[in-house]
Structures are given as structure tokens and as C-alpha cells.
Antibody, heavy 119, light 106 residues
């Protein structure tokens, strides 16, 4: 079964750090570009970051640039999001998603992991 | 930055046709896709490349994209279709989502 499973969310104080993980299974992880998308409570989907298949190219939303770092370990079939200098407005469910190049869309999503930034 | 605009809410009676629009500058020149999200669940792709349905998505879901507007159409809407729907397109950002539309089936 094709699956993405996020972990690493939790409660963190403003200014703190957190690393999210997304474990992939059921497909050739190293062949796909991967993304992080977040959703604040009661709000819409917001794109956060993207990484290409071999990890050599990354992109970030302006709101997280310089604070978040996306990376991947293709040997471990795992995607990461290192989040530093966290702010209250980063509070959200964070989803990892697979970019299907033929579809030009996100065809597989994880179940999400909740990040709460609060003192 | 590129923006996609959706109506906050759309209501439809069971068995009728629901149309959800997504507007953006020259959106018809880009591919648009649509996601369905039910409460407490992850988004699910229902339309990609303007009008194509992934495997497992019912035929009642269809899409179009022309000019500045992409449209998701649900024919013979069922109670199970009640959900939030998001359009998405690719830009220099590189990914843009619409604000989402809550579809109510009354």
C-alpha cells in the first residue's frame, strides 16, 4: 500500500525548534518530488516547501524561508522538515504530500501531524 | 504573488449539480486540480490537469478550466460529497491553493 506517515509534531514554545518526519512506503520514494503543506486550525491549505527527488533543489514559501529546512534521506525513505524560530502563526497540521509528475498534482497525502506553538 | 479565489461556501440539494469556481489571472493557461477534504481527514485528489479523474473517483466529479476560471462540477450530488474543496495550480511560487469552498448538501 502506498503510504505517507508523518510524525514529530507537538507543543513547542515560541522561538523553539521541531523536526517533522514523513515515512514513505509502497512506492519508489527516490523517484518523486515531495512537499510539505500546512493547515492552521479552521483554515485552508497552504504550501510550505518542496524538495526534488535527489534532494539537490528546494523551495520555500516566503513565510518560512530562512527558518524551515526541508530534506530527505532516500536510503531511509523519509522526508524531513526542520522548523526553527517557531512562531504562533506556524501552529497547524503539517501534511507531507507526493507530487505525481504525470498528474501535476499531489496524489498521495499523509495523515498529518499537529504542531502547536504556544507558551 | 499569484492568487486563487474560491467562494467560501456553496449549497446544493441532493441529486442536483454543484459547481465550485476557482478564479485566477490567466488560470486557463495553467493546469488546475481539485482536492476534497472531509472533517478530520487529509485532502484527496479528485481532479487533476483540469478535467482528469484519478482512479477511484466517481464519474459525477468533473472539471474544466478556461480563461480566468476553473470549475469543479459534481453531478447528482450525494450527501457523502459534503466537504471542503480546494483548487490548486502551479506558479513561480511554485504551488498555490485557493482558500477553499465548503460544500453543503442540504
Amino acid at each position: 500500500e502506498v503510504q505517507l506517515v508523518e510524525s514529530g509534531g507537538g507543543l513547542v514554545q515560541p522561538g523553539g525548534s521541531l523536526r517533522l518526519s514523513c515515512a514513505a512506503s509502497g512506492f519508489t520514494f527516490s523517484s518523486y518530488w515531495m512537499h510539505w503543506v500546512r493547515q492552521a486550525p479552521g483554515k485552508g491549505l497552504v504550501w510550505v516547501s518542496r524538495i526534488n527527488s535527489d534532494g539537490s533543489s528546494t523551495s520555500y514559501a516566503d513565510s518560512v524561508k530562512g527558518r524551515f529546512t526541508i530534506s530527505r534521506d532516500n536510503a531511509k525513505n523519509t522526508l524531513y522538515l526542520q522548523m526553527n524560530s517557531l512562531r504562533a502563526e506556524d501552529t497547524a497540521v503539517y501534511y507531507c504530500a507526493r507530487e505525481e509528475p504525470v498528474a501535476d498534482a499531489f496524489d498521495i497525502w499523509g495523515q498529518g501531524t499537529m504542531v502547536t506553538v504556544s507558551s | 504573488s499569484y492568487e486563487l479565489t474560491q467562494p467560501p461556501s456553496v449549497s446544493v440539494s441532493p441529486g442536483q449539480t454543484a459547481s465550485i469556481t476557482c478564479s485566477g489571472d490567466k488560470l486557463g493557461d495553467k493546469y488546475a486540480c481539485w482536492y476534497q477534504q472531509k472533517p478530520g481527514q487529509s485532502p484527496v485528489l479528485v481532479i487533476y490537469q483540469d478535467s482528469k479523474r484519478p482512479s477511484g473517483i466517481p464519474e459525477r466529479f468533473s472539471g474544466s478550466n478556461s480563461g480566468n476560471t476553473a470549475t469543479l462540477t459534481i453531478s447528482g450530488t450525494q450527501a457523502m460529497d459534503e466537504a471542503d474543496y480546494y483548487c490548486q495550480a502551479w506558479d513561480s511560487t511554485p504551488v498555490v491553493f485557493g482558500g477553499g469552498t465548503k460544500l453543503t448538501v442540504l
